[in-house]
């Protein structure tokens, strides 16, 4: 009997497997990020609440520069005198309510993923995980840059003959009416970042949008009835120090009352609060399981 040779078994070409560069982490970000039904009304909902807001707060201007009672009680009131109404107090009025959509957005960009197992995918095109973050993170505050710098050229444009008629007219040559303008933008890029940071270390919608409405929205209002209320020295600073209460600190015009932050120091408070946030994020992305 004659025994047959086996064949030997035919080499197995090793193919490289690259993990996925920054710029294509990047590209995949960018085409998740549009990809998001919620993506396109979170846009236009925070661009008409900008606009929107801007026309309502300028018309509530003009009506009160044409009345002769409104016009002497604003003149005379201190309160209104300290807030310093300008030109950019209506064009950007509506971004108290714009930072809750943005917010939203950029915990969603996260926590999405999280709820529908996506993020497994990301982690193993992206295995050291913290380029996938930083790329989230670069779409997330680009894209608000865009959205509100836009939304406030709009909003420049569409009130501006409303503004002219009563007497306060953006004026680009105003040092704190520019600050107030750049502000804008920067305050709301760094809720994006701030709210990106807690949806992933919270990995849960619901968790992230209770805790950034607390944070920006309740507690403000508590701590505010608070200091009113009783005049307590620790209430007083943990109301400055709130990161919404600091942060929008950039955008005022007035005079800066004592139980409140310089501008830029306030804006300070919240970009290192995001710094941190951030950083947090970064470990917890690399120690945690999807």
């Known amino acids: 009997m004659t025994a047959t040779a086996a064949s030997p078994a035919a080499p197995t070409s090793q193919v490289p497997v690259r993990p996925v ?10 085409i998740k990020f549009r990809s998001l039904r919620s993506t396109v009304w979170t846009v236009l909902i925070t661009a008409l609440l900008m606009v929107g807001f801007a026309l309502m707060m300028a018309s509530l201007l003009n009506t009160a520069s044409t009345e002769p009672e409104m016009q002497e009680g604003m003149s005379s009131d201190p309160g209104l005198q300290a807030l310093g109404l300008t030109g950019t107090t209506a064009v950007t009025l509506g971004y108290s309510f714009a930072q809750l959509a943005v917010a939203v957005l950029a915990a969603l960009t996260v926590t999405n993923e999280y709820s529908t197992g996506m993020i497994r995918a990301t982690f193993s095109a992206v295995p050291h995980r913290l380029p996938a973050l930083w790329a989230k993170l670069v779409v997330v505050v680009v894209a608000t840059v865009v959205v509100i710098s836009l939304a406030l050229g709009v909003a420049v444009l569409v009130t501006m003959p409303i503004l002219d008629s009563a007497g306060l007219p953006v004026d680009l040559s105003d040092a704190d009416q520019v600050r107030a303008l750049v502000g804008c933008v920067l305050y709301l890029a760094t809720v994006a970042a701030f709210s990106l940071a807690v949806g992933a270390l ?10 950034l409405v607390a944070l920006f929205f309740v507690l403000p209002i508590i701590f505010q009835i608070v200091v009113s209320a009783s005049d307590a020295v620790w209430a007083e600073w943990v109301n400055k120090l709130l990161p919404s ?31 941190a946030l951030l950083v947090a994020a970064g470990v917890a992305w690399r120690r945690r399981d999807a």
Do not use: C, N
């Open 245 to 275: 209460v600091a942060g929008e600190r950039i955008i005022s015009t007035g005079v800066t009352p004592p139980t409140l932050l310089e501008p830029w120091v306030g804006y300070g408070v919240l970009a290192g609060y995001t710094v």
């Open 21 to 30: 560069s920054f710029v294509g982490a990047l590209r995949a970000e960018w």
């Open 202 to 211: 919270l990995r849960h919608t619901a968790g992230a949008i209770f805790t």
